[in-house]
């Protein structure tokens, strides 16, 4: 079992607090469907496995709090299953959407323990109403 | 003449795509003053929201496209309660029904459509879905005990259905087809709806021809072959019809709608059309006029690009959704099916749980879903890409449709 203090404390500024990292998954949970659902404290968040990096945000849709994870993953970038609403997991935005997804830092350790910081990086933020179907094509 | 990069652009008709076309023109850079002309007392709001959140609970959560700080902060002018009569191309001027003109070097024009009304079938209780106006009168007379029918059993006389029976009131869907929603959705998926309907307890007169509705100060009495029921209030939803008044007064082609090549140009320069209004000539479909916001955005935004410098085509598989009860349907495609197409099935519709996808020559042209909005986000890559799939291997459950696009170099 890896411990979460097996990481080594952060040196920036920014970083969130190690000492209350969560472990949600093992990196082999994300292998195959490269994404999935946790629980973070009482936040359902979604895992997305982009480019051998494991991402973190909210899984409850800014839009219609539908589940992120149940979307899909293409091209780097998260397509809601309610309403195909795009995010970048890295940020959390929505492509031509005002409002955000919560970001959370995210660490795999050696023994591939997927843990997940519980305060996230950047918040979440409602969206107002551009649009009720995914944005037109730029 | 303003200089190109100071032009002014004006919408005809503040709905979807005015709102779509005013942030993308922005988006792209677009310099020149953006004017909205719209007849209806407010500005752009989502029209869907109007059979769903806006007609079972009122509110107004997400309902505006554009708030007023938006439009201030991007130069973008709203004007309301204002029906404009025509295109005056020559003078470059959009006229209005009080005589007043404005300016217009680029003009959307971007009316929508009106409910068909039927003949004689007016009153206190009879109601016509497209406003908020509309909307909110008819949620006044949905409450229990009310008794409510619905003429027509497509996507909006299901939705409203729907909302209705979400406020306790008793509702009776008429429709001379046997099936909902099967002419847009396929037969399984009408199958799968009707059922959802029939089990939330919607009574469904389905599949009789109606010979006579007679409105009175009681009610309003709806005949079919199989006898006379009586209804508090009912709702007429038996489709639209494009306005398309401006555009003949102004000179424009019109047809089934107001003709549009794949960019949106109408028959005049610098004159484009998008939405509901437009018949556009669609790179896979050909000449069609559809009634989706998804489909209005996506020509709007094709129109801004074209007008702020970078010429698109709106040519995407259409789209769109529709929430009945809590369940989420989606379609992909469905516009160019053919009776040929091969239907496969993933997972279950009966159980609200799954794919139709439509196969042609091993390549996907189409699917709906239900609850499986998913499936289709990798259907339009599936689509897009040209990637072939088989029919078992989109009915089996255990290949993931993902790593379908990954075996590009399949040859059939
Ligand atoms: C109740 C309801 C529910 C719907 N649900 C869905 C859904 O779930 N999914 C989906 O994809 N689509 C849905 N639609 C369809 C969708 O709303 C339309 O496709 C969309 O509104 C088209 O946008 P538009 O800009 O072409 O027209 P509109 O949004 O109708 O805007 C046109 C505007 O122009 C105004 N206008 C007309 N003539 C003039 C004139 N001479 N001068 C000034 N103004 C004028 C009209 O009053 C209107 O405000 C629904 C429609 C309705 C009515
Ligand atoms: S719920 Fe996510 S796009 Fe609508």
């Known amino acids: ?138 | 003449m303003n200089p190109v990069s100071e032009q002014t652009l004006v919408v005809v008709g503040a709905g979807h795509v005015a709102a779509s076309a005013a942030r993308a023109l922005r988006r792209r850079g677009f310099a020149g003053p953006v004017v909205l002309i719209g007849d209806e007392p407010v500005g752009p709001y989502q029209r869907p929201h109007l059979s769903k959140e806006r007609l079972s609970a009122g509110g107004d959560d997400g309902l505006w496209l554009l708030t007023p700080a938006w439009c201030e902060a991007n130069d973008v002018t709203l004007c309301t309660n204002s029906t404009v009569e025509r295109i005056a191309a020559d003078t470059g001027s959009v006229l209005l029904a009080d005589g007043s003109s404005i300016p217009a070097d680029v003009v959307v024009l971007a009316t929508g459509g009106r409910p068909r009304r039927l003949p004689g079938v007016e009153g206190e209780r009879v109601h016509y879905i497209r406003t908020l106006a509309d909307s909110d009168r008819l949620r006044e007379r949905l409450s229990t005990g009310r008794r409510i029918g619905v003429l027509g059993g497509g996507f909006l006389g299901s939705e409203i259905a729907a909302a209705a029976l979400g406020r306790g009131a008793e509702v009776v869907v008429f429709d001379r087809d046997p099936v909902l929603l099967a002419r847009a959705m396929g037969a399984d998926i009408g199958a799968a709806l009707t059922g959802l309907h029939q089990r939330r307890g919607i009574d469904l007169r389905l599949g009789q021809a109606i010979s006579e509705i007679r409105p009175s100060a009681d009610g309003v009495t709806v005949v079919t072959e199989s006898g006379r029921e009586t209804v508090d209030d009912l709702v007429v939803c038996i489709g639209i019809q494009p306005n398309t008044e401006v555009a003949v007064s102004s000179g424009l082609v019109v047809g089934n709608g107001v003709e549009v090549d794949a960019q949106g140009r109408t028959s005049l320069p610098n004159v484009f059309a998008a939405g509901d209004v437009a018949a556009h000539d669609h790179p896979l479909y050909g000449r069609v006029r559809v009634e989706h916001v998804d489909v209005a955005q996506r020509q709007a935004a094709a129109i801004a690009a074209t007008v702020a410098g970078r010429p698109s085509t709106a040519g995407d598989a259409h789209w769109f959704w529709t929430d009945q009860y809590d369940v989420n349907v989606q379609g992909l495609g469905l516009t160019g099916l053919r009776p040929t197409d091969t239907v496969v099935t993933r997972g279950s519709l009966a159980d609200l749980d799954g794919t139709a996808f439509w196969l042609r020559d091993g390549l996907l042209v189409g699917g709906a879903s239900i609850e499986r909005g998913e499936d289709l986000s990798v259907a339009r890559e599936l689509m897009d890409l040209e990637i072939h799939v088989s029919a078992e291997q989109l009915a089996d459950e255990s290949v993931e449709l993902e790593d379908l696009l990954e075996q590009e170099e399949v040859t059939v």
Not at chain 1, 50 to 63: N, P, R, S
Not at chain 1, 85 to 111: C, H, I, M, N, S
Request: proline letters at 8%.
């Open chain 1, 1 to 138: 079992m890896s411990e979460p203090t097996a990481i080594s404390p952060a040196p920036v500024v920014d970083q969130p607090d190690t000492d209350s990292w969560v472990h949600v998954a093992e990196l082999k949970d994300l292998a195959r469907r490269k994404r999935k659902q946790v629980t973070v404290g009482s936040c359902p968040v979604a895992l997305f496995l982009v480019d051998d990096e494991v991402l973190a945000v909210d899984d409850t849709c800014i839009h219609q709090e539908r589940s992120l994870a149940k979307g899909t993953l293409l091209n780097g970038q998260v397509i809601c299953p309610g309403h195909q609403w795009k995010f970048d997991p890295r940020t959390g935005e929505a492509e031509d959407q005002d409002g955000r997804l919560a970001t959370y830092a995210v660490q795999v350790t050696e023994e591939g323990a997927v843990l997940v910081a519980p305060q996230p990086v950047t918040p979440r933020e409602a969206t107002t109403s551009d649009s009720a179907t995914h944005p037109a094509g730029r």
